[in-house]
């Protein structure tokens, strides 16, 4: 199994602003996973996190918006650019393991205000 | 496109038996998983099925047939500390995991 720690577990933030995640898993993975999840509603994934590669975006995510660093194979970063409103939801990080099974960072809760 | 279809919520009484289907339309498919999401909580992994037929794990069990892109989630005796939302998810390449809009799932005394 993996463990994740993810931080922060939450956040208020200011319209314009960005807010970095972070994730740390106890195992070497080649593979982060960034998800979205908005209240009440399913998972949505943003890209994928390889370690020495750019990540790759998922239709209606850009790297601009959601920058993604990856320096080695247990941590990733996720960067919310030019917060507005509409980037309030949950933001889980995630690894997969045995190709069976994924586990989940705790999520970090933003609000945009 | 890929799209996954699942009951929004369902009602069930302590000690009973409920089934969530889940159908699936998908450009690459490798499994069929199931995780369980308490509110506030990160998901966490339930059941995982690549090929046709049952798997059991103590109170639940996964079905999938691949053939009708279907399976579903058996949950038996249930336990007033199962009411969450579970998501069906399908894994494809990389890796990656496309959710089921979720199930919301309680269970009354």
């Known amino acids: 199994s993996a463990v994740i720690s993810q931080k922060p577990s939450r956040d208020i933030c200011q319209r314009g602003t960005s807010l970095t995640i972070q994730c740390q898993v106890d195992?070497?993975?080649?593979?982060m996973f960034w998800y979205r999840q908005q209240p009440g509603q399913s998972l949505t994934l943003i890209a994928t996190?390889?370690?020495?590669?750019?990540?790759?975006?998922e239709s209606g995510f850009v790297i601009d918006k959601f920058p993604i660093s990856r320096p080695n194979l247990t941590f990733s970063t996720l960067t919310v650019s030019n917060l507005s409103p509409e980037d309030s939801s949950i933001y889980l990080c995630?690894?997969?393991?045995?190709?069976?099974?994924?586990?989940f960072g705790q999520g970090t809760r933003l609000t945009v205000v | 496109g890929q799209s996954l279809e699942q009951p929004s919520e369902v009602t069930a009484v302590e000690g009973a038996i409920v089934q969530i289907n889940c159908t699936y339309q998908?450009?690459?498919?490798?499994?069929l998983s199931w995780y369980q999401q308490h509110d506030g909580g990160a998901p966490t992994f339930l059941s995982y099925?690549?090929?046709?037929g049952l798997e059991e794990t103590g109170r639940f069990s996964s079905f999938l047939s691949r053939s009708d892109s279907y399976g579903y989630l058996l949950l038996q005796e249930l336990q007033m500390k199962d009411s969450a939302s579970y998501f069906c998810?399908?894994?494809?390449?990389?890796?990656?995991?496309?959710f089921g809009q979720g199930t919301e799932l309680s269970v009354k005394p």
């Open positions: 995630s690894v997969e393991w045995g190709n069976t099974e994924a586990f």
């Open positions: 195992s070497q993975v080649t593979m």
């Open positions: 996190a390889n370690q020495g590669s750019e990540a790759t975006y």
């Open positions: 998908t450009s690459g498919f490798y499994g």
């Open positions: 099925n690549a090929l046709d």
């Open positions: 998810a399908v894994s494809s390449r990389g890796g990656k995991l496309i």
